[in-house]
């Protein structure tokens, strides 16, 4: 019932908050430029049109950083975004957002160049692969392709492209410059490389190992157990290095105190599993072992390096845009689409490594890029990015005149 006003007193108030959504919007930038007549010449002048980051393009630069974002970091292909323009009233062809995709991409392909060779600079490198469909094969076919991600110890990452899964390009990636430690999965085509690589050492992942353990254990529940139990203690120990933000001399005495008898007590218990005579070759757990101890040293590498990681855990997280990709814009239709896919995905996944809003880089990049010499590159990678020009950025014209 109504309360008059002077029988009530407001002695507090509630607030209540819903979350609310409006559909995916556009909005189309109107610049007028006057066309002036001057009296005493009779010439027609005419201001110039405001610079764009596209020459000839009607897309302002936060139109083709949306567009990138929503591809590559919310996997939203370029035939879905032209759906909904469409459903907007926007008419833009599809050929239209691949080639505005592509020039994008181009802009910024020499920050990812910068980025890769500081990455191949790092003392530590994780390095794996993983597949994708690029290019036709014949007709219903696509081609197998393969991304190689390296994970640099600044916290960045770098997807290069290969057309197989050949060793050969562990060497053209890495090359010869590489000095320090690769840490990497089972794999033989990594081992080859450090070994033929003097100033090389390969230290390789306990997770596959890991893994290889737990296929074992509808076969052999018992010894499976075991083992997934002397593993998992060194992942506590390294849960508790982390706990105490432990590193440089402190986590090596750490490791070697705690860690390395349990590694040497998992060498001693494969050796003992190795010489039972109920267990045949092709059992899983036999698999398992050999797994393991044909790679005795380079799984002992953490143990001697601090900053050696135990698994490429770290990496495989940092690639999962790739698999997630896969599953919605599912292949790329040439090779130097993939190229440029492995360009992109390493700049934006290398912002979400460092802490940085994509979209803001990229508004703020694809501007300044055109301001920087090539040699100045480096400056524009998300890590360095972040702390020259974060405080300060490049904003749209739309965020210049209000949404």
């Known amino acids: 019932d109504a309360v008059p006003d002077s029988e009530r007193t407001v002695i507090g108030e509630k607030t209540t908050y819903r979350l609310a959504q409006r559909p995916g919007s556009y909005v189309v930038l109107k610049y007028i430029r006057q066309v002036i007549k001057r009296k005493d010449t009779g010439a027609i002048v005419t201001p110039a049109a405001p610079v764009n980051v596209?020459?000839?393009?009607?897309?302002?630069?936060?139109?083709?950083?949306?567009?990138?974002?929503?591809k590559f970091v919310y996997h939203l292909p370029l035939y879905r975004q032209h759906q909904r323009l469409q459903q907007s009233g926007i008419q833009l062809s599809r050929s239209t957002l691949t080639t505005l995709?592509?020039?994008a991409i181009d802009l910024v392909t020499p920050i990812f160049h910068a980025q890769f060779g500081n990455i191949l600079q790092s003392r530590v490198l994780a390095m794996d692969e993983t597949p994708i469909k690029a290019?036709?094969?014949?007709?219903?076919?696509?081609?197998?392709?393969?991304?190689?991600?390296?994970?640099?110890?600044?916290?960045?990452i770098a997807f290069s492209y290969s057309p197989s899964r050949a060793s050969a390009h562990v060497r053209e990636v890495l090359g010869d410059a590489f000095k320090g430690t690769l840490v990497t999965d089972g794999y033989e085509a990594y081992a080859k490389y450090a070994k033929n690589h003097a100033l090389v050492t390969h230290a390789e992942c306990w997770a596959h190992t890991r893994r290889y353990f737990e296929k074992a254990a509808s076969a052999e529940p018992q010894a499976t157990q075991q083992a997934l139990a002397i593993i998992g203690a060194l992942y506590q120990h390294e849960q508790t290095i982390r706990d105490k933000q432990l590193s440089g001399g402190a986590k090596l005495r750490f490791r070697t105190q705690h860690s390395e008898p349990v590694v040497n007590a998992f060498w001693v218990w494969c050796d003992r599993q190795c010489q039972r005579h109920d267990?045949?070759?092709?059992?899983?757990?036999?698999?398992?072992?050999?797994?393991?101890?044909?790679?005795?040293a380079s799984l002992k590498v953490f143990l001697s390096d601090p900053d050696v990681p135990i698994d490429t855990n770290h990496l495989e997280r940092a690639l999962r845009p790739i698999p997630m990709g896969r599953r919605n814009w599912l292949f790329c239709w040439s090779e130097l689409g993939a190229k440029q896919v492995g360009i992109i995905q390493s700049l934006l996944v290398t912002c979400k490594l460092q802490g940085i809003n994509p979209y803001t880089y990229l508004v703020d990049v694809l501007q300044r890029v055109s301001q920087h010499s090539a040699s100045k590159a480096m400056d524009l990678t998300p890590r360095v990015w972040k702390e020259k020009f974060a405080d300060n950025v490049l904003k749209s014209d739309l965020d210049r005149v209000g949404q």
């Not at 290019?135 to 916290?155: C, M, N, S, T, V």
């Open 135 to 156: 290019g036709r094969k014949h007709k219903g076919k696509l081609r197998q392709a393969y991304f190689w991600p390296i994970y640099g110890e600044a916290d960045e």
């Open 54 to 70: 596209l020459d000839k393009s009607v897309v302002d630069v936060s139109f083709l950083a949306g567009m990138l974002v929503d």
């Open 101 to 103: 995709a592509s020039r």
């Open 279 to 296: 267990l045949l070759p092709s059992n899983p757990l036999s698999k398992a072992l050999n797994y393991a101890m044909a790679r005795v």
